[in-house]
Every structure is written in C-alpha cells, then in structure tokens.
C-alpha cells in the first residue's frame, strides 16, 4: 500500500507487527481503500469491506460502526504511516522533496484514486471533512520545520508562515488532479516547488 508519504516496503504476505489486533485493522484499512479506489465513497460499504479483508462482519461493524469511522480510521493511520520530512539544508531542494512525494502519490493509479474518493466524500460528510483536515494538518505540521529552518538560515523573511509554505507546495498538485486530468509529472512538481520558494523568498507568506 502507499499514501502520500509512505510506501510498504514489506514482503508479501508479511503484516505490520504489534499482534492479531493490529492485523485486523491492517487487513481492513487495505481493503477499505481498494473499495474506496475502485468505487468511491458511497460505494464503500462495511459488510463488502469484511469479505475483502478476511475479517468477520461483527468485528468490522462493532470497531467501525460506519463508513465514515472507517474512512477516518484510514487517514489516521495513512498520517501514522507517512515518511519523515527531507532535510537537505537548502530551502528550494527541502521543498522539491516534498512536491516529488505529494506528485509520486498522486500519480499512482490507486492511490490517485483513494484520494479523489476521500475528498469528494469529504465535500458531503462532516466526519470524513474532519479526519481529512487532520490528515493534512499532520503532513503539513511534518514539513513545516524546513521552512522554519530556512528563516533561521536567513533563507526567508521573519515571520513567515510555515504552514502556508508547505500547502503552497501541494496545491497546484491536487488542482491539476482535480481538475484537469493531465498527468502529474516531475516538472509539474519542479513548479510547483520552485513557485511557492520564489514566493516565499519575496514575503508572500510573511
């Protein structure tokens, strides 16, 4: 599986430790977003979810209780799974780092598609639009220490704002997904970063 941030590197048929409970929701969340990939979010639907995932109707119903615990469960843990920022001591390189990773995920058919699901959902569901704004508050809050790093540096202005930066960043990455259908490509990224570091640079985000 991989979300923005994080790639499984593990072996087939291996699981992510910690015991049969860790299991199961490991099992449930992959199968949560293979339906949710495939058909959306009001496609997505517990007792399909279960058979996909090997685990039984009543233990997915009782910890889950809804789609929406359930797509909020799946951010939580795409947040928990994400990689660590890149620090390269240079602001524009920290920066390209970061739009290569949003663009990488993206751009991957599945995942993609995961997030264009989510975000719709989330324009209609109020627990969906809360666990996604946590998602992003935690990728956000992760990256945000190399901007801080650049105004120590002496790299930006006094008083800049961090948060913007990083969300600088991303956004004409999800705009060209949302809206336009072109592929997502390294000089897109390459754009994107060096647009939000050349505002940066000039105190658009102080």
């Not at 979010?41 to 615990?69: C, I, M, N, P």
């Not at 843990?77 to 290569?100: C, H, K, V, Y």
């Not at 989510?118 to 990256?143: M, N, P, Q, S």
């Not at 540096?153 to 600088?168: N, S, Y």
Request: glycine share 8%; aromatic share 6%; charged share 25%.
């Amino acid at each position: 599986m991989t979300v923005e941030g994080y790639e499984d590197t593990s072996e087939p048929g291996t699981v992510r430790p910690g015991g049969r409970t860790a299991r199961v929701r490991a099992a449930v969340l992959e199968a949560a977003g293979d339906v949710l990939a495939d058909h959306g979010f009001h496609q997505l639907d517990l007792a399909e979810v279960a058979r996909r995932s090997g685990v039984g109707k009543t233990t997915v119903y009782r910890r889950w209780g809804t789609a929406a615990g359930l797509v909020a469960d799946l951010l939580t843990d795409m947040a928990e799974q994400s990689l660590p920022r890149t620090e390269t001591g240079a602001l524009l390189d920290d920066l390209r780092a970061n739009a290569e990773l949003v663009r990488r995920t993206l751009a991957d058919p599945r995942q993609g598609a995961l997030f264009k699901a989510v975000i719709a959902a989330a324009t209609t569901d109020g627990k969906t639009a809360e666990a996604l704004h946590r998602f992003y508050e935690v990728r956000v809050a992760e990256w945000a220490p190399c901007v801080h790093q650049a105004v120590a540096r002496g790299e930006l202005p006094q008083g800049t704002d961090a948060d913007e930066v990083i969300r600088a960043v991303s956004a004409p990455l999800y705009y060209r997904l949302l809206t336009t259908g072109a592929p997502l490509d390294t000089a897109t990224a390459e754009r994107a970063a060096t647009a939000a570091a050349t505002a940066a640079r000039a105190g658009a985000f102080a």
